[in-house]
């Protein structure tokens, strides 16, 4: 009797238990939504969030606390990004006696583009430069041999920012130019991300033990922000303050073909001589400063050469991330759209648009001009690939021209508008490059420049299969569901 007593005495405490659990995960999800709402974020993005919530509750919860909450982002950025602010604007002191004239030429040789490096200047992200060289270099095997002799000709210093360096050869062949050149006095600096650089390995201690300064961007940590937000995503090389190099591709063998990988590897890169490296130099510096904390390096030689003359083409830099007031790439790439009065073409890896780029491109199509889209016949994740897939329809019926890359993976993120504009680096279109990973941009103003990128993108259409609306709309019903339910949470993206 006394067995059967305590019996029913465990199942109601284990009753009252299970109640007050209910309870408790009740008051945390009405917790999250009161927070969700008072935050005035996207009302899209809270509304996928509340949508996780009730089809996967304990997912959901664990999905939002691990990359949904702003607190972080607002401790750690909004500092950073207010005194960037600063350091640029004074910057601007130093070049603004450049920037009237090189505005007025501008206006002159381009005049439908100088909008767009209004945009830049008055939101105080890019100051425009002139009388560089650009050269576009195609998939790693062209970018690592070039780098390779640029930093076997390094003088003073050399600084690099990685989002993936890997210990394979591609890694391996740059670490040892980098001892090589630290053993000859010139000053290495090394920034890399510490969640893309997984594969990393020991490159961080060879390159220290010979006398490098290699800075870890946020390093993982074992707690509740530990994910994959905030990082950062730029490629950025700077040698002797007068050549640069930006654009999609890492160190790792997966981006040099010559290395007999599974998947051939499409990219774009860019080499920069000219005065548009003083300004990859300012974003190397701010994220040193970030990172380090320590001081920034004064505005002078031998870190910033003025009056580089090399060439003839205009380029803005463009940083944006976590720390930027607004999302100032997305707001380049609208302006571009807007701007076309012929033809767009546009190749990035993963299009998963927000309302304000969709809109914007299909209003071009709309309005009779020529857009089209490249993208990977697959991506890198059935999840990516159904979200990409649930917008094709809508560029269909708008008349985009979309294509489909089938030779292997294409990872390049460029832009080209009529003959005169394009648009080369690290941004994908999603909100993840817009809103939450630190992400940098060449906007390019130059005819030669633009009708390079405009031959890459005919030459990879011969790769490509072209979408017909009416054949896509055949696709499997459960291909669609999944599309449908995917879209549904890319705001999370």
Not at 281 to 287: E, I, K, P, Y
Request: charged share 25%; with cysteine.
């Amino acid at each position: 009797m006394l067995i059967s007593f305590l019996g029913n005495v465990n199942e109601e405490w284990q009753a009252i238990l299970a109640d007050a659990g209910i309870v408790i995960l009740a008051l945390v999800y009405l917790g999250v939504i009161i927070t969700l709402l008072i935050e005035n974020r996207d009302p899209v993005k809270s509304l996928a969030y509340i949508m996780i919530f009730i089809l996967l509750p304990g997912i959901g919860l664990i999905v939002y606390f691990f990359i949904g909450r702003d607190q972080r982002k607002r401790k750690k950025f909004t500092l950073k990004g207010s005194g960037d602010l600063l350091r640029i604007r004074e910057f601007i002191e130093v070049y603004k006696s450049y920037f009237l004239h090189i505005h007025r030429s501008l206006e002159r040789d381009y005049p439908e583009d100088a909008n767009i490096a209004d945009l830049f200047l008055h939101t105080r992200q890019s100051i425009l430069t002139d009388k560089n060289a650009v050269k576009v270099l195609c998939n790693g095997e062209e970018k690592y041999e070039l780098l390779l002799e640029d930093l076997e000709n390094a003088r003073h210093h050399i600084h690099l920012e990685y989002y993936i360096f890997n210990h394979d050869e591609a890694g391996i062949a740059i670490t040892n130019k980098l001892i090589k050149k630290i053993g000859e006095g010139i000053r290495v600096r090394f920034i890399y991300d510490d969640f893309g650089s997984g594969a990393i390995g020991d490159v961080p201690d060879l390159l220290e033990n010979a006398g490098a300064e290699v800075i870890v961007f946020d390093p993982m940590r074992v707690n509740l922000y530990m994910n994959a937000n905030y990082r950062n995503h730029r490629k950025i090389v700077v040698i002797d303050g007068a050549i640069s190099y930006v654009g999609g591709i890492n160190i790792a063998n997966g981006y040099d073909n010559r290395q007999n990988n599974h998947v051939y590897w499409r990219d774009t890169h860019l080499r920069i001589e000219g005065n548009a490296t003083n300004m990859l130099q300012m974003q190397f510096l701010l994220s040193y400063k970030y990172a380090t904390g320590g001081d920034i390096f004064p505005f002078e030689y031998p870190y910033f050469h003025f009056d580089q003359d090399p060439s003839t083409a205009y380029v803005d830099i463009v940083g944006s991330g976590p720390d930027s007031p607004d999302p100032y790439n997305m707001l380049g790439i609208i302006a571009a759209i807007n701007k076309t009065r012929d033809i767009i073409q546009i190749t990035n890896p993963y299009f998963i648009p927000n309302a304000q780029v969709s809109t914007a491109l299909e209003i071009a199509a709309r309005s009779g001009k020529t857009v089209r889209l490249m993208v990977p016949e697959k991506a890198d994740s059935r999840f990516v690939q159904w979200a990409m897939d649930s917008y094709m329809k809508s560029m269909l019926r708008a008349g985009v021209e979309v294509y489909r890359y089938r030779k292997g993976f294409i990872h390049a993120k460029t832009l080209t508008v009529d003959d005169s504009m394009s648009m080369v680096g690290t941004v994908n279109l999603d909100n993840r490059s817009f809103y939450l990973n630190f992400e940098i941009a060449a906007y390019i103003y130059d005819r030669d420049v633009t009708r390079r990128l405009r031959d890459l993108f005919e030459d990879d259409m011969n790769d490509c299969e072209r979408l017909v609306l009416s054949e896509w709309e055949r696709r499997p019903v459960v291909h669609k569901f999944m599309e449908s339910l995917c879209r549904l949470l890319t705001p999370l993206l």
